[in-house]
């Protein structure tokens, strides 16, 4: 069973067809390229405005500048010695200094490794990860600035490679046609672009090496799909070390497909939800998105007198992208922001990864709602509104890039399921990437998989399940992630989202469902564990009742039993982007590390 072809025109989305970057060279083009084709047409435009954890214009960078800024650190690189083909890592705090840094490493040939910066105070676990990157790539230098570097003071855990500050400049006004004499072109527009590690959410973060070729045709895809144009004005707060971030809006921008994008740090979010909005508000912004987990926390974080006062009218296309779209999500967030002026038609569900550059599917159609009973056994059977025993999934809507194709597939047996069956995304196109940085192995095995119906191509596998409805994609989980209890298949989303409103001591963004072996060696299979964060530490009488309370829940709504973990925010290990880090948990809980309220025993850890 197959999907292919273009998205449905909706709300404007289209309009743009499938032309270069105006200006550009013609056919393929690179990064470097792009900008310097966006120079020569518009060298004052406004492209990037920072705003503050008040919802102030703190910065800005025109065209003119993020050339001065590129060539700048293109100097610099090679200055010290880093050559092209070499990588180095890019460690900054939210800011307009990535970009540079990002587009100066392209203009000398040195490859980028965007990474999420360890908190300065309690690196931990994050310094780790970041050695590992540093060293599985083989960085040759970090690159920094001042407002991260002088708050580090680096040891064994942190990498051994040399640190550069890229010191912010002075502006553009002196950058001549000269400039781009000494940017690098490559001979090859399938050499490594930049490499863009996995968020790690369900095991160990991978260097995806994305090509020129890929990125090029990624933006094409992009522009076209989301009505990208001389109007848009973007808002983000999504990390700009995620392929979201990086590239839906930062090299949107870069390339002039947006005309201006107003950045947000993550943290600012995080702190006030409301300043999402707010600024998309006051600067009539076209185009957003975020990841699902988003939707519900602006909902549960804003009033309706707040959202009374924003004027969301000029929003065209709110992508939810990143994680799992929730049907229950969705119907919160158009429930509470429609009565105060948001267009429904302007929610965009999309489907991605890191692995095919960006997007995979775009555009879904809405929720399905089909047999709970039948999605146990492997399939999906809809069914009407209303009948009993259904769960809803949301449409991804279709592959759109030219040529793509999307297929279906027995993860075990890697042959083509039939109508209606649930197995393993694949998928084929243009931007479907290299593979990862120096590991053959896992490359083959995720980048060149083949149908067993003799299908000559070589597919990408996601490691995500999901089923084709009308020519649409509806993903519903994780194969890593999957629960499998008495030969019947669980989905994690379905029993988290069900455990929201347990208990009013639940916090509704800390639930982690997982599986573990049976207790017992005579008790064949799984077994059901739930971490669960409160607010508040509870009473002894009070853990009581919300083990009663989660476990009576899940047996009503899925028939099987749980072990539940009670702790305190935290708990619940997360990626830097808000993806439930399902894994990371099990494996906290094997090991007797997760950090459970008091001491772990009875009741907090209730059977």
């Given at each position: 069973m197959t999907a292919s072809g273009s998205m449905p025109m909706r709300h404007g989305v289209g309009a743009v067809p499938g032309v270069p970057v105006p200006g550009a060279p013609e056919g393929e083009w690179t990064l470097p390229a792009a900008l310097r084709a966006l120079y020569a047409r518009v060298p004052q435009r406004e492209l990037f405005v920072f705003v503050d954890e008040a919802g102030r214009d703190v910065a800005s960078l025109d065209v003119a500048g993020l050339v001065a800024e590129t060539e700048r650190i293109r100097r610099l690189l090679a200055g010290r010695g880093v050559l092209p083909g070499e990588r180095a890592v890019l460690l900054y705090l939210p800011s307009l200094d990535f970009v540079s840094a990002f587009l100066g490493c392209l203009a000398a040939g040195v490859i980028p490794v965007p990474v999420a910066p360890p908190n300065p105070f309690r690196p931990g676990y994050d310094?780790?990860?970041?050695?590992?990157?540093?060293?599985?790539?083989?960085?040759?230098?970090?690159?920094?600035?001042?407002?991260?570097?002088?708050?580090?003071?680096?040891?064994?855990?942190?990498?051994?490679?040399?640190?550069?500050?890229?010191?912010?400049?002075t502006g553009g006004d002196g950058v001549t046609a000269e400039v781009f004499d000494g940017w690098h072109e490559p001979k090859d527009l399938d050499e490594p672009a930049f490499l863009q590690y996995t968020s790690g959410s369900t095991g160990t973060p991978k260097g995806v090496v994305v090509s020129h070729r890929n990125i090029g045709h990624e933006?094409?895809?992009?522009?076209?799909?989301?009505?990208?144009?001389?109007?848009?004005?973007?808002?983000?707060?999504?990390?700009?070390?995620?392929?979201?971030?990086?590239?839906?809006?930062?090299?949107?921008?870069?390339?002039?497909?947006?005309?201006?994008?107003?950045?947000?740090?993550?943290?600012?979010?995080?702190?006030?939800?409301?300043?999402?909005?707010?600024?998309?508000?006051?600067?009539?912004?076209?185009?957003?998105?975020?990841?699902?987990?988003?939707?519900?926390?602006?909902?549960?974080?804003?009033?309706?007198?707040?959202?009374?006062?924003?004027?969301?009218?000029?929003?065209?296309?709110?992508?939810?992208?990143?994680?799992?779209?929730?049907?229950?999500?969705?119907?919160?967030?158009?429930?509470?922001?429609?009565?105060?002026?948001?267009?429904?038609?302007?929610?965009?569900?999309?489907?991605?990864?890191?692995?095919?550059?960006l997007s995979i599917s775009m555009g879904g159609s809405g929720p399905l709602r089909v047999d709970a009973a039948a999605i146990e056994r492997g399939r999906a059977v809809p069914v009407q509104d209303g009948a009993p025993g259904a769960v809803s999934y949301w449409a991804c809507g279709t592959v759109t890039k030219p040529g793509g194709q999307l297929r279906i597939v027995d993860p075990h047996t890697s042959a083509p399921c039939g109508p209606g069956e649930i197995g393993e995304v694949w998928v084929d196109s243009v931007t479907k990437a290299r593979g990862y940085w120096e590991l053959p192995e896992e490359t083959e095995a995720t980048f060149r998989a083949a149908v067993t119906d003799g299908d000559p191509r070589r597919y990408l596998r996601t490691g995500d399940l999901g089923f084709l409805h009308d020519g649409e994609l509806y993903v519903t989980g994780r194969f890593k992630d999957l629960i499998i209890i008495r030969g019947h298949n669980h989905y994690p989303q379905d029993i988290e989202d069900g455990l929201r409103d347990a208990h009013p001591s639940v916090r509704p963004g800390g639930l982690a469902a997982f599986s573990v072996p049976a207790a017992h060696e005579e008790a064949a299979g799984e077994r059901l564990v739930v971490f669960v964060e409160t607010a508040g530490e509870p009473t002894p009488d009070q853990a009581r009742e919300i083990v009663r309370a989660v476990r009576a829940t899940v047996r009503r709504d899925h028939g099987i039993a749980c072990e539940v973990v009670l702790g305190p925010r935290g708990l619940v290990l997360k990626t830097t982007s808000g993806k439930v880090r399902r894994s990371a948990c099990r494996e906290a809980y094997l090991r007797g590390r997760a950090a459970v309220w008091g001491d772990g025993s009875a009741p907090e850890r209730g059977a």
């Amino acid at each position: 069973m197959t999907a292919s072809g273009s998205m449905p025109m909706r709300h404007g989305v289209g309009a743009v067809p499938g032309v270069p970057v105006p200006g550009a060279p013609e056919g393929e083009w690179t990064l470097p390229a792009a900008l310097r084709a966006l120079y020569a047409r518009v060298p004052q435009r406004e492209l990037f405005v920072f705003v503050d954890e008040a919802g102030r214009d703190v910065a800005s960078l025109d065209v003119a500048g993020l050339v001065a800024e590129t060539e700048r650190i293109r100097r610099l690189l090679a200055g010290r010695g880093v050559l092209p083909g070499e990588r180095a890592v890019l460690l900054y705090l939210p800011s307009l200094d990535f970009v540079s840094a990002f587009l100066g490493c392209l203009a000398a040939g040195v490859i980028p490794v965007p990474v999420a910066p360890p908190n300065p105070f309690r690196p931990g676990y994050d310094a780790e990860v970041l050695a590992g990157v540093a060293a599985g790539c083989g960085a040759a230098v970090v690159l920094t600035h001042d407002d991260y570097r002088l708050l580090v003071t680096p040891d064994d855990r942190w990498p051994p490679v040399p640190w550069e500050s890229t010191h912010p400049g002075t502006g553009g006004d002196g950058v001549t046609a000269e400039v781009f004499d000494g940017w690098h072109e490559p001979k090859d527009l399938d050499e490594p672009a930049f490499l863009q590690y996995t968020s790690g959410s369900t095991g160990t973060p991978k260097g995806v090496v994305v090509s020129h070729r890929n990125i090029g045709h990624e933006l094409v895809a992009l522009a076209r799909d989301l009505g990208l144009g001389e109007e848009t004005v973007a808002v983000t707060w999504v990390p700009h070390f995620h392929d979201l971030g990086l590239i839906s809006f930062l090299l949107n921008t870069v390339v002039g497909y947006s005309s201006r994008t107003y950045v947000l740090s993550p943290l600012s979010f995080l702190r006030k939800p409301s300043l999402w909005f707010e600024v998309v508000s006051r600067v009539r912004a076209t185009h957003t998105a975020a990841p699902n987990f988003a939707f519900d926390l602006i909902v549960r974080k804003t009033t309706p007198e707040q959202r009374a006062e924003w004027d969301l009218g000029s929003l065209r296309v709110v992508g939810s992208s990143g994680e799992l779209i929730r049907p229950a999500t969705v119907r919160r967030f158009l429930d509470a922001f429609t009565p105060a002026g948001f267009r429904p038609d302007a929610f965009y569900p999309t489907y991605g990864m890191a692995e095919h550059t960006l997007s995979i599917s775009m555009g879904g159609s809405g929720p399905l709602r089909v047999d709970a009973a039948a999605i146990e056994r492997g399939r999906a059977v809809p069914v009407q509104d209303g009948a009993p025993g259904a769960v809803s999934y949301w449409a991804c809507g279709t592959v759109t890039k030219p040529g793509g194709q999307l297929r279906i597939v027995d993860p075990h047996t890697s042959a083509p399921c039939g109508p209606g069956e649930i197995g393993e995304v694949w998928v084929d196109s243009v931007t479907k990437a290299r593979g990862y940085w120096e590991l053959p192995e896992e490359t083959e095995a995720t980048f060149r998989a083949a149908v067993t119906d003799g299908d000559p191509r070589r597919y990408l596998r996601t490691g995500d399940l999901g089923f084709l409805h009308d020519g649409e994609l509806y993903v519903t989980g994780r194969f890593k992630d999957l629960i499998i209890i008495r030969g019947h298949n669980h989905y994690p989303q379905d029993i988290e989202d069900g455990l929201r409103d347990a208990h009013p001591s639940v916090r509704p963004g800390g639930l982690a469902a997982f599986s573990v072996p049976a207790a017992h060696e005579e008790a064949a299979g799984e077994r059901l564990v739930v971490f669960v964060e409160t607010a508040g530490e509870p009473t002894p009488d009070q853990a009581r009742e919300i083990v009663r309370a989660v476990r009576a829940t899940v047996r009503r709504d899925h028939g099987i039993a749980c072990e539940v973990v009670l702790g305190p925010r935290g708990l619940v290990l997360k990626t830097t982007s808000g993806k439930v880090r399902r894994s990371a948990c099990r494996e906290a809980y094997l090991r007797g590390r997760a950090a459970v309220w008091g001491d772990g025993s009875a009741p907090e850890r209730g059977a």
